[in-house]
């Protein structure tokens, strides 16, 4: 039998069975709130003035980004100016930077306010963009219950912060590329 080792997975089952005992708080003003040079850790890939855009920790899809107001406001009339307009603007942007890297074939784009709706942090509205691709739904997640990933979320971030800085000439989050295990005895060969 074979198998396929996914263990982001765990880490989402353990933190969702432990938020009723402990409120962890919104993860998206924690990642703003970080230095920026947390940023790649955090997975904060662009800070604009009122916007956000931050890897989903949990992908449905390699390239699913949450973009969200940088005001902690769960609702859509809860959202004015610059605060409401400004994210769109960004998912835009975001948009076309993925079309160039990933060559989608559409995408799924969308809100859930509210816990009733799916909200996973109702406290802070964000938008999925998950870019989607013809047949890009297989037997893993239907028969599996496994979606396969195929780049891993750091290696992800600095080539998309690296689209967006080259993209937008503003100050995306600059790419912090961690050595490679191994890479110094590879430089000796």
Same mark, same amino acid.
């Given at each position: ?69 940088? /005001?902690?406001?769960? $609702? ?13 603007? $960004? ?45 890009? $739904? ?9 979606? /396969? ?41």
């Amino acid at each position: 039998m074979d198998r396929l080792w996914a263990p982001w997975r765990a880490q989402y089952i353990r933190e969702s069975a432990g938020a009723a005992a402990a409120d962890p708080g919104c993860f998206l003003c924690r990642g703003l709130a970080a230095p920026p040079g947390e940023d790649r850790e955090n997975l904060v890939v662009w800070r604009r003035p009122h916007s956000v855009v931050v890897l989903n920790r949990f992908p449905y899809n390699n390239g699913h980004l949450l973009v969200a107001p940088r /005001v902690h406001q769960g $609702t859509l009339g809860g959202l004015s100016g610059d605060d409401l307009t400004e994210p769109v603007e $960004t998912m835009r942007r975001a948009i076309a930077v993925l079309d160039r890297m990933l060559n989608p074939q559409g995408y799924n784009i969308g809100v859930n306010q509210g816990k009733a709706a799916g909200a996973g942090l109702p406290g802070h509205l964000h938008w999925h963009v998950v870019p989607r691709w013809d047949g890009d $739904t297989n037997f893993m997640p239907v028969l599996g219950q496994t979606k /396969v990933i195929v780049e891993s979320l750091h290696e992800f971030y600095d080539r998309f912060a690296a689209e967006l800085c080259f993209e937008s000439g503003e100050r995306a989050a600059a790419p912090q590329v961690a050595p490679r295990a191994g890479a110094a005895s590879d430089a000796a060969e």
